[in-house]
């Protein structure tokens, strides 16, 4: 079974901060999800990656397969980046299921 | 807006009351999955639904009772809860087979079970 582990837990940083949150996976995997989940519940697919890094606006996600780890960048951040990020795996190989890590919980102050 | 709704968005319920959560996809997907979130712990996989049959059911009691009527549907029927099952209840669809592991998640049912 794909232990998935995040850190930080917790990241509060001030605006315009450059934020990185880490994810570490135990089972070699063929693609790894990131997602953002707002207070109130939804959750938004962000990345889904299976080498290299991937770039959307100030978001920047980063995958190191032969370590098993994946960052997430945001650069310049923002108040309404504030959200729980979420990593998330197969439990092995590919496969549609996901293992989920625990989320960081992200607070930008202005 | 993802592509997946669900109704309703809050619920309160007694431990005696029957009610039904429903999520509806409108991107032609042909998985559906529930997912329970608790506070401080990872989403749990619930139901994987693929081509309208059940394809996983990770242990979970039998008062949640999943029905998935057509690829674009798919409801959890809740009886007799307990008030640890309050939670939020997510769920989430996706092309099933075809290599593209990505999932589209709904807003999620706030329940509190009193």
């Known amino acids: 079974k794909n232990e998935v582990e995040q850190s930080p837990q917790n990241l509060t940083a001030q605006e315009g901060e450059f934020i990185t949150i880490n994810c570490s996976y135990s089972?070699?995997?063929?693609?790894l999800h990131w997602l953002q989940q707002h207070p109130g519940g939804g959750i938004v697919s962000l990345f889904m990656?299976?080498?290299g890094k991937k770039k959307h606006g100030r978001l920047i996600a980063t995958i190191n397969i032969q370590e098993k780890h994946s960052s997430l960048h945001i650069t310049a951040s923002h108040p309404r980046d504030s959200a729980v990020y979420i990593c998330?795996?197969?439990?092995?190989?590919?496969?549609?299921?996901?293992?989920f890590g625990k989320g960081t919980k992200l607070t930008v102050n202005p | 807006e993802t592509g997946v709704t669900q109704t309703p968005r809050h619920l309160v319920m007694g431990m005696t009351n029957k009610k039904s959560l429903k999520c509806e996809q409108h991107?032609?997907?042909?998985?559906m999955y529930w997912y329970k979130q608790s506070a401080k712990k990872p989403l749990e996989l619930m139901f994987v639904?693929?081509?309208?049959?059940?394809?996983e059911n990770n242990s979970v009691p039998s008062r949640f009772s999943p029905e998935c009527p057509n690829s674009s549907h798919l409801f959890l029927h809740l009886h007799t809860l307990q008030p640890e099952d309050s939670a939020l209840y997510l769920c989430a669809s996706s092309q099933f087979r075809t290599g593209r592991y990505e999932q589209y998640f709904g807003p999620g049912t706030r329940l509190t079970v009193t």
């Open positions: 998330a795996a197969p439990p092995q190989g590919g496969s549609e299921k996901l293992v």
């Open positions: 991107l032609g997907h042909n998985a």
């Open positions: 990656l299976s080498s």
């Open positions: 089972v070699g995997i063929s693609a």
């Open positions: 639904y693929s081509l309208e049959e059940r394809v």
